[in-house]
């Protein structure tokens, strides 16, 4: 089975070419579906989150707050890292068990998984392949401006990642999201195969 990793800036399209994976019948995983779970009550990294930004960012359920955590960690690059260094192990070790869970059940060529950060963390030769979304910046800004983020919340999380040319830069596989969905359906159709038949 090959492994393939999904990766972009945000907002350049990445969980809507996850979704078409999946209805595809491809096996896939989210890494911030993963990380949702890692920042869960309970959990060794929602404690140690808590001891290291304080309680503030815990909400009632007793859940890390994505929210009140975001506003910290956007604001200060050495706090955005000391949360990485808590977060991100826990995330690859589930990626790790999604993947040997896929390949015990079999069938599949290939499993796709969505990691934002994938090039940052350096685990691209994690992978057999790495496919990029991207699109323009203004289209980025739109589409953040649409989940409710103010112009300062957007330039945050921009300048905090990896441009998304540095990140197609990287890849061979590359997937322009600023046309239709058919558009863009079209071009990973000719990536899934290219991919493939290269195994």
């Not at 579906?33 to 920042?39: D, F, I, R, T, Y």
């Not at 808590?86 to 995330?91: G, L």
């Not at 999604?98 to 796709?112: K, Y």
Request: charged share 20%; glycine share 10%.
């Amino acid at each position: 089975m090959l492994r393939v990793a999904l990766t972009g800036g945000i907002a350049t399209g990445k969980s809507d070419v996850l979704d078409r994976c999946l209805a595809r019948g491809i096996p896939c995983l989210d890494a911030d579906a993963l990380a949702h779970g890692v920042l869960a009550p309970g959990t060794e990294a929602t404690q140690a989150v808590a001891e290291r930004f304080g309680v503030s960012v815990i909400d009632p359920s007793g859940a890390v707050s994505r929210r009140a955590l975001g506003a910290i960690v956007f604001a200060d690059a050495a706090a955005r890292r000391d949360l990485e260094r808590i977060v991100h192990p826990a995330v690859y070790r589930a990626i790790a068990a999604g993947l040997r869970g896929f390949e015990l059940i079999g069938g599949a060529a290939l499993a796709v998984v969505a990691i934002p950060l994938l090039y940052e963390t350096g685990r691209a030769a994690d992978f057999d392949a790495v496919i990029v979304t991207t699109c323009s910046v203004e289209a980025q800004r739109h589409r953040l401006r649409a989940r409710g983020l103010n112009d300062a919340e957007i330039n945050q999380r921009l300048s905090a990642q990896m441009s998304a040319e540095a990140k197609a830069s990287q890849s061979k596989y590359v997937i322009d999201t600023n046309g239709s969905f058919n558009e863009t359906d079209r071009q990973l159709t000719g990536i899934l195969g290219r991919i493939t038949a290269g195994a």
